[in-house]
């Protein structure tokens, strides 16, 4: 099952051993800086396509993890870079941290897991607004039902402080707002994915509370009290890496672009499952594997410890040493330190 907590992230990075350390910076520079091919893109019927193939049926948790309650999950960032983690196949869960990890990997396929089939309605309207924004201010007002900037072009150079602040002090735009959810609903039945109406209501619900909360917005658990800990939506966006450095997925143009990129080629590929179950994240890996690819990146928060407490890490471990990869890394971030383990055995990987 998926979930946050507020004190740690787990991320599991398949690299190979002798990744070449004396580059990891240049893995991480501007996309503009690299010379990156562009990944083929796949059709609206390839992609709905392959969201039925690798999915399952949905599952319950009882939180709606719209947004992350990680104010910890940029601290493994400095580690990945060491170890010149980047492109391949990324594998991840929840929402919104997966586009930060992402930015920074620039995987040529991404798969974002969850067994509540809300949060692949939550990545499609995602992707329709990644898709509609011209740049990270005009996605952040879309996504808030906030007033884009008459100068958009402009906002471009500047820093996702000032992106916050514009977005802070702006008054909620209730008729952009409806412009914006009439405009989500033509993309989204356009992707090809079957979406109900009632599921369609979903992201319209799920749109609402962005709009409701604006950057104040907290992950929300059902029948557990909220902890004071969890960080808002602006913590998020303006939370650093160990170094200093804000290194969220709207700090950087060339990072939104690249997302946008992805999303708009059908790339960001959304998958109701269990990590423990027996389609989805076996047939990710085969649909890995038929592309000649390797996973780069398994980021799966703290839904391990959910699966030792229910029996079933074992089964997650044996679908995980199926899939594709160089050699396997356990790298687990807490709000103090990041910290790499190697090992050649998913079962006895540990944060």
């Known amino acids: 099952m998926v979930t ?24 991480f520079a501007p996309l503009a800086a690299q010379s990156v091919a562009q990944p083929a893109s796949l059709s609206d019927s390839a992609f709905a396509a392959l969201v039925a193939r690798v999915s399952e049926p949905g599952g ?14 940029l601290h493994v960032l400095g580690t990945m870079r060491r170890l010149g983690v980047a492109g391949g196949t990324y594998v991840g869960v ?7 990890y992402i930015a920074q990997i620039r995987p040529k396929i991404a798969f974002i897991i969850d067994i509540r089939r809300d949060n692949l309605l939550q990545h499609l309207l995602f992707k329709a607004l990644f898709e509609m924004a011209r740049n990270r201010a005009e996605y952040l007002a879309l996504l808030t039902g906030r007033a884009v900037p008459n100068d958009i072009a402009k906002w471009n150079r500047r820093s996702i402080a000032d992106v916050v602040e514009f977005v802070e002090k702006s008054s909620p735009d209730p008729d952009q707002f409806e412009t914006t959810r009439a405009m989500v609903r033509a993309k989204v039945k356009k992707y090809g994915v079957p979406v109900t109406p009632a599921e369609m209501e979903t992201i319209g619900r799920i749109h609402q509370a962005f709009f409701d909360s604006g950057l104040e917005l907290r992950f929300t658990s059902l029948g557990r009290a909220p902890r004071p800990y969890y960080p808002t939506l ?18 950087s143009e060339d990072d939104f672009q690249f997302l946008k990129m992805l999303e708009s080629r059908n790339l960001v590929i959304p998958v109701v499952g269990n990590l423990a179950g027996n389609h989805a994240l076996r ?18 928060s703290n839904v391990e410890f959910y699966l030792m407490r229910e029996g079933t890490f074992d089964a997650f471990a044996a679908t995980m040493a199926e899939t594709p990869a160089a050699s396997l890394r356990g790298l687990s971030s807490t709000r103090s330190a990041a910290t790499i383990g190697a090992s050649s055995d998913w079962s006895s990987v540990r944060s």
Do not use: C, M
């Open 4 to 27: 946050k907590t507020a004190v740690s992230a787990f991320l599991l990075a398949l690299v190979p051993l002798a990744a070449p350390r004396e580059h990891a910076r240049d893995v």
């Open 60 to 73: 319950y948790f009882d939180s709606d993890n719209l947004i992350s309650n990680e104010s910890s999950y």
């Open 94 to 100: 929840g929402p919104d941290p997966n586009f930060s």
């Open 234 to 251: 602006k913590t998020l966006l303006l939370e650093k890496d160990l170094s200093g450095k804000q290194q969220t997925y709207l700090a």
């Open 283 to 300: 047939e990710i890996g085969k649909v890995t594997a038929e592309r000649g690819d390797k996973v780069s990146a398994l980021y799966v």
